[in-house]
């Protein structure tokens, strides 16, 4: 499904729910949408093969700590729905959050086995509706990310540069089978979330859809190791620990422009 439609009426960004798919089926969906776009808008039909896919990746890694981020609720899997809550974890008025400490030294090992620089920084309320986050607001990291900068090194010597690696809080979880309930148990955990750099420097190799399940993959499973080595997480992904949540955004664009597609891909 394209994101919007440029002003000649050609799809800009597109998002396909549906498992891994390679750089073919993704040129497919490109071309099918320039044709179904009106001819007077669209102008000659472009080959596909002038086309290449831009893709970002946004990862999320629970933190292996005791507690949530703000309060002293139970970080613990597998409880029952709506236990490990207080009134800071629903927002209630008058609670006020308190920084987990440990949540920050696990994010700060984190960037400094990332290469990135730690600094001072400071969190915002990030509004908006999740039925499962009570409270309308996000606490995160915007402008000011406790890590700033980095870089990835691969096994073949190549680099992913990170933009920044920011701590965040975890909203709650709606189960889709039980009739879409939410349970608040998970709402408040430590969450780090990375962010690949959109441009590349010297040396850098980012993720992109030549090569799905290279890079992109190559990419994942170092970051997951170094999540498990540095023990910001023990590794259990059935739980959502190592990786929580990996997002792929998938853009088409022409071969060799520099500029980026007009939705921004890992943001």
């Not at 999740?130 to 890590?147: A, R």
């Not at 990996?246 to 422009?257: D, Q």
């Amino acid at each position: 499904m394209p994101f919007a439609l440029s002003p000649e009426g050609l799809p800009v960004g597109v998002q396909v729910l549906a498992p891994a798919l390679g750089e073919t089926v993704m040129m497919r969906v490109a071309a099918s949408l320039e044709a179904a776009a009106p001819r007077q808008a669209r102008g000659p039909v472009t080959p596909v093969t002038e086309y290449e896919t831009v893709v970002g990746l946004e990862v999320h890694c629970e933190l292996a700590t005791a507690t949530k981020l703000f309060c002293g609720c139970r970080n613990a899997f597998g409880e029952a729905p709506n236990t490990n809550i207080c009134p800071v974890c629903l927002g209630l008025p008058g609670s006020l959050p308190v920084i987990n400490r440990r949540a920050v030294e696990l994010a700060l090992r984190i960037g400094t086995a990332l290469n990135c620089t730690a600094q001072r920084s400071i969190f915002h309320r990030k509004n908006y509706f999740y039925p499962d986050m009570p409270k309308d607001y996000q606490i995160s990291q915007y402008d000011e990310p406790i890590n700033l900068g980095g870089f990835l090194e691969l096994v073949d010597g190549s680099r992913v540069g990170i933009e920044r690696a920011h701590m965040e809080e975890d909203t709650g979880k709606t189960d889709p089978c039980r009739r879409r309930r939410a349970a608040i148990r998970e709402a408040g955990y430590s969450l780090v979330d990375y962010k690949p750099r959109r441009r590349a420097a010297r040396g850098d190799r980012l993720p992109s859809g030549h090569l799905l399940g290279g890079p992109s993959r190559a990419y994942v499973d170092e970051l997951r190791s170094i999540l498990v080595a540095t023990g910001a997480s023990d590794g259990r992904m059935e739980e959502g620990l190592p990786t929580g949540r990996r997002e792929r955004l998938c853009a088409p664009r022409r071969r060799g422009r520099v500029r980026d597609p007009l939705r921004s891909e890992g943001t």
